[in-house]
């Protein structure tokens, strides 16, 4: 099995004063695409052999190569500081993604999503602490249209999310800085 990928990644920084505090953006853009560009044939001893095996590869490993993983991934990132208050923006957006399940093959395309996580801090004098929310509103992957691509109702998403399954998450977070 031979593979080629091609991708780009474009991002950017910017620091500027706002207000009375410190405005930090990131951009980042990626660009990437997998695709198989050689297979190898079938073992010798299924040749001529009554099977339904057409190639050592099938569609679900197939698709989990090339398409399970979205080509577009974006994020925008805000970082405002003002003393010892910090908080944070950012929208990140997954692409378009297919999956398929095992014995079934069928090759169901996902939606793109996004997301957006927020925190807010205060700095004390060797303690950061700050509390936050990744995927805040609660995004889910797109459900599967047919009952046997999520195994029969036992898992109510595709086999693969690129941003996972499991919807918002709530945290608090403590830094100690030990070494001055």
């Known amino acids: ?13 910017v620091h500027v004063p706002a207000g009375r505090g410190m405005l930090d953006l990131n951009a980042a853009v990626n660009y990437t695409k997998n695709r198989i560009t050689r ?5 010798q001893i299924l040749q001529g052999k009554p099977t339904d095996l057409t190639s050592i590869l099938d569609l679900v490993t197939k698709v989990g190569i090339e398409e399970e993983r979205p080509a577009w991934r974006g994020t925008l990132t805000a970082q405002y500081t003002i003393g010892r208050v910090h908080g944070l923006g950012r929208l990140s957006y997954y692409g378009c993604f297919a999956s398929a399940q ?35 509103f609660d995004v889910y992957p797109d459900k599967p249209k047919a009952e046997f691509n999520n195994n029969d109702n036992t898992f109510p998403w595709a086999a693969a999310s690129p941003f996972g399954y499991n919807g918002r998450y709530l945290y608090a977070r403590a830094e100690v800085r030990l070494i001055q």
């Open 102 to 136: 095992p014995s079934f093959t069928d090759r169901e395309t996902y939606g793109g999503k996004t997301l957006i996580d927020a925190e807010v801090g205060y700095h004390f004098s060797d303690v950061n602490l700050a509390i936050g929310a990744r995927n805040l």
């Open 39 to 43: 297979v190898d044939p079938l073992p």
């Open 1 to 13: 099995l031979d593979t080629r990928t091609n991708g780009v990644d474009v991002t950017g920084d």
